[in-house]
């Protein structure tokens, strides 16, 4: 079945640093590919998405890539800021099947210190 | 434009009791999917409506229902609570097909004692 895999977190970094969250997927299909980011006491909110393989996804400074030879989706952000300490989720919809049904990765937990 | 809107926010029940939770889509929006958030299982997939009718459905048990009134609006019941329920549950919309993004609600906070 399709699932998504995110690498654990938290991640720590320092104000300005470079981030990047690895997300994986499998996939019978050619699904397209989503980021959300959670904040504390809040639902999700769409960061970015790709439909096909080879699309960029950007948004906020953020941006990734679909890489559909390496089944891949990373999240990359140049310099973050203590606003983007959050959860992070990778998440795929299946196009094959009707209706909208997303499956997450686990989310990581992005901390920023000043 | 407003956005999803779930009520209520929390809820506090007991084990067995049963429990309706409210989700308003965004204007427009005709689908409408509903997640369970738990520390230990991550996001989870309940079911999605779609023009009232079920489109899909996770895998929960039975106990975990859902509809789709006309206006789009939905509503998820959880009869004969357990412990286990304890969690966030959120509701997003969308306009349709799977290209499109699901936009979320803050989420009812369920807890069961």
């Known amino acids: 079945g399709n699932s998504v895999t995110q690498m654990e977190g938290p991640v720590t970094l320092s104000e300005e640093a470079f981030l990047t969250i690895n997300c994986t997927y499998t996939a019978t299909g050619y699904p397209s590919l989503f980021w959300y980011v959670q904040y504390p006491g809040e639902g999700l909110q769409l960061l970015l998405k790709?439909?096909?393989?080879?699309d960029k996804g950007s948004n906020k400074g953020f941006e990734a890539t679909y890489r559909k030879e390496t089944t891949s989706f990373h999240l990359e952000k140049g310099s973050v800021q203590v606003s983007d300490s959050a959860v992070y989720f990778c998440a795929l919809s299946d196009r094959r099947q009707a209706g909208t049904a997303l499956i997450f990765g686990k989310g990581t937990t992005l901390s920023v210190s000043s | 434009k407003a956005g999803v809107t779930q009520t209520p926010r929390y809820l506090i029940k007991t084990r067995g009791q049963q429990v309706t939770l409210s989700c308003s889509p965004i204007?427009?929006?005709?689908?409408v999917s509903w997640y369970q958030q738990t520390p230990g299982q991550g996001l989870q997939f309940l079911f999605e409506y779609f023009s009232e009718t079920q489109r899909n459905k996770g895998n929960f048990p039975g106990r975990f229902s859902g509809r789709q009134f006309s206006n789009s609006r939905s509503e998820m019941n959880v009869s004969t609570l357990e412990l286990g329920d304890s969690a966030l549950y959120l509701c997003?919309?969308?306009?349709?097909?799977?290209?499109?993004?699901?936009?979320f609600g803050d989420g009812t906070r369920l807890s069961i004692l």
């Open positions: 204007s427009g929006h005709r689908s």
């Open positions: 997003a919309s969308s306009l349709d097909s799977s290209n499109q993004p699901q936009h």
């Open positions: 790709a439909t096909k393989a080879d």
